[in-house]
């Protein structure tokens, strides 16, 4: 059975058509949001930043929300494969005690150890991140506003259910309760336009690196929010995915120049209409857990937001077949509701995910091959 399928935007695919696909070729590497489904992407991750892209010398500009954030982390790292293997191991095996009478553990106690996890992957090699030769990292985080803007007890439900519903009104007003901040390292301009929703960009620095990635894998309710981050506007923030569920961000836009071999400059930019990015886009390959590209974390039972839209004309997004998902174990792919399957069978849900990324090998090989030969019907419309 196949393992991988290949959906392209119109511009990947009359790129594609035209001069093939090479490393060069791609200005943008998103990470999405997901938690444990994002397991299913580190055989690909361990080749595409530790063979195929490290075969070329240009910039590439790596987003990442929750998951995403710490894998796009990881790939700065230098032994990228052996920093995949570990995080792979780490999260596989993360296990939160839970006290008697508990029926699930505080956030405070998953925030400190999650916090502990963070340091001691990172501990002293954060400059490793930061000042990568060729990767440009930008974390993506939620910052709450107004009653959001620091956590509290009702405050923030309340804050969080004001969120909801305006956001199944019109997405970009749910701005007015959370807004995108982005935290890019080598200040590096954004890869993407921003007249989609309210963002600012924080240059990213030894000081708030574990801040904002801790923040951007903070999931409301399970893990505490991250506040006053170093360099960055005083507030709660919390997991990127809540705005940027998918990372659904315009690659295309007419404000990007069309070379992936340039790099911007820019320092803090506050906006409510839109940073204007210089960055070079190139053509955007994600590796991604589906076929849909949701927008926010909220849209995720909003299907008519599952749609593909032009800002990923450029896009090429590779994907683990859907049937061949239902060979893994349980049927499906590694996720949060694992955790309550197996409970404090730990030994358990270690063999399930283990069997999944062990399967997940497939999906290079298959990648591999079609490198080799890019052949044009294998690509589906995304």
């Known amino acids: 059975?196949?393992?991988?399928?290949?959906?392209?935007?119109?511009?990947?695919?009359?790129?594609?058509?035209?001069?093939?696909?090479?490393?060069?070729?791609?200005?943008?590497?998103?990470?999405?949001?997901?938690?444990?489904?994002?397991?299913?992407?580190?055989?690909?991750?361990?080749?595409?930043?530790?063979?195929?892209?490290?075969?070329?010398?240009?910039?590439?500009?790596?987003?990442?929300?929750?998951?995403?954030?710490?894998?796009?982390?990881?790939?700065?790292?230098?032994?990228?494969?052996?920093?995949?293997?570990?995080?792979?191991?780490?999260?596989?095996?993360?296990?939160?005690?839970?006290?008697?009478?508990?029926?699930?553990?505080?956030?405070?106690?998953?925030?400190?150890?999650?916090?502990?996890?963070?340091?001691?992957?990172?501990?002293?090699?954060?400059?490793?991140?930061?000042?990568?030769?060729?990767?440009?990292?930008?974390?993506?985080?939620?910052?709450?506003?107004?009653?959001?803007?620091?956590?509290?007890?009702?405050?923030?439900?309340?804050?969080?259910?004001?969120?909801?519903?305006?956001?199944?009104?019109?997405?970009?007003?749910?701005?007015?309760?959370?807004?995108?901040?982005?935290?890019?390292?080598?200040?590096?301009?954004?890869?993407?336009?921003?007249?989609?929703?309210?963002?600012?960009?924080?240059?990213?620095?030894?000081?708030?690196?574990?801040?904002?990635?801790?923040?951007?894998?903070?999931?409301?309710?399970?893990?505490?929010?991250?506040?006053n981050i170093p360099g960055a506007p005083p507030g709660a923030y919390w997991d990127g995915g809540i705005t940027d569920y998918h990372l659904h961000l315009n690659y295309a836009s007419d404000l990007i120049a069309g070379s992936a071999h340039e790099s911007g400059a820019s320092g803090q930019n506050d906006t409510f209409s839109g940073v204007q990015s210089r960055a070079g886009a190139g053509l955007v390959l994600y590796p991604h857990f589906q076929k849909a590209v949701v927008p926010g974390w909220l849209d995720k039972s909003l299907k008519w937001r599952h749609k593909p839209t032009h800002f990923l004309d450029n896009m090429l997004l590779l994907a683990p077949d859907p049937d061949w998902v239902k060979t893994l174990p349980n049927g499906k792919l590694p996720d949060r509701t694992d955790f309550t399957r197996y409970g404090a069978d730990l030994q358990a849900r270690v063999k399930a995910w283990s069997a999944a990324t062990a399967a997940s090998t497939q999906l290079v090989d298959e990648w591999q091959v079609w490198l080799r030969n890019p052949n044009l019907q294998a690509l589906e419309s995304l």
């Open 1 to 227: 059975m196949k393992a991988l399928r290949l959906y392209a935007g119109p511009k990947a695919r009359q790129h594609i058509a035209r001069h093939g696909l090479q490393p060069q070729d791609i200005g943008v590497v998103p990470g999405a949001a997901g938690g444990p489904k994002g397991l299913i992407l580190g055989a690909l991750d361990r080749f595409i930043f530790g063979d195929w892209l490290a075969a070329s010398n240009h910039p590439v500009h790596l987003v990442g929300a929750s998951i995403g954030a710490w894998r796009m982390a990881t790939a700065c790292l230098n032994d990228p494969v052996a920093a995949f293997a570990r995080l792979e191991h780490d999260y596989i095996h993360q296990h939160y005690e839970l006290q008697p009478g508990q029926k699930r553990p505080s956030a405070d106690f998953v925030s400190e150890q999650f916090g502990q996890s963070l340091q001691r992957f990172y501990g002293g090699r954060v400059q490793e991140v930061l000042n990568h030769p060729r990767y440009k990292l930008h974390i993506v985080t939620s910052r709450g506003r107004h009653v959001l803007g620091r956590e509290h007890r009702v405050g923030t439900p309340l804050g969080y259910l004001g969120a909801f519903l305006t956001n199944g009104v019109h997405r970009k007003a749910m701005g007015a309760w959370l807004e995108r901040v982005v935290f890019s390292s080598q200040n590096a301009a954004l890869p993407f336009s921003t007249n989609d929703y309210r963002t600012r960009q924080v240059p990213l620095d030894e000081a708030n690196f574990q801040p904002a990635l801790q923040a951007s894998c903070s999931i409301p309710f399970v893990l505490r929010s991250v506040h």
